[in-house]
């Protein structure tokens, strides 16, 4: 018999715990503070810190920054509000670093 193959997945760069399903990647084209970044429809295994404002590339939204919740390695962030409505689509979205994520099951 093959060899029985899981979800692909994102997990942590510095610990392993699993945050994210390739399946639930909506864009790559997004930039996070230290490059590159993938826009997901939902993450797992991780904590929400306090919201706050902040002016990124596409205007004004407050988001709050999401941490591994195994190793508290901040990740990326969640989008909680935009103020431009050619930027609701974000609403509830997570911005994983692609610095801060590995792949796994590829």
Known sequence: MGEVVGPRLYSCCNCRNHVALHDDIISKAFQGRNGRAFLFSHAMNVSIGPKEDRNLMTGLHTVADVYCLDCHEVLG??????????????????????SKIDKENW
């Open 77 to 98: 962030w969640k989008y909680e509000r935009a103020y431009e409505e050619s930027q609701k689509y974000k609403e509830g979205k997570f911005i994983l670093e692609k």
